[in-house]
C-alpha cells in the first residue's frame, strides 16, 4: 500500500471515529438536557397549581414557557397530579 493510500485510510478512519463519539456526545448532553427540562417543568407545575392556575392554564403556560406541545405538558401535568394522588 502507497503512503497516500495509508493516509487517506487513516484520515476517513479518523473522520469515522471523530463523527461516532460528536454524535454520542450530541447525544449524551441531549439527554441531560432533556432530563434538566423535564425536572423543571416538573417543579413548575405544583407552582403554577399554589398560584391557583386552572388545568387549562397550566398546561397553555407549560406549552408557550417551554416550546413544548399540549400532548407533553399534559403528560407532565398528569405526573404531577399522579404524585399529589
Known amino acids: 500500500m502507497e503512503a497516500k493510500e495509508w493516509v487517506a ?3 476517513a ?6 463523527l461516532a463519539e460528536g454524535r454520542e456526545e450530541g ?5 441531560k438536557d432533556g432530563m434538566t427540562l423535564a425536572l ?11 398560584a391557583n392556575k386552572t388545568h387549562e392554564e397550566i ?3 407549560l406549552v408557550a414557557k417551554y416550546n413544548i406541545d ?4 399534559e403528560s407532565y401535568y398528569e405526573q404531577v ?3 399529589r394522588a
Open 9 to 11: 485510510r487513516e484520515v
Open 13 to 18: 478512519r479518523v473522520r469515522t471515529d471523530s
Open 27 to 31: 447525544l449524551s448532553i441531549g439527554r
Open 40 to 50: 423543571t417543568i416538573l417543579g413548575d407545575i405544583p407552582k403554577l397549581i399554589v
Open 59 to 61: 398546561i397553555t403556560t
Open 70 to 73: 399540549q400532548e407533553q405538558a
Open 81 to 83: 397530579m399522579a404524585l
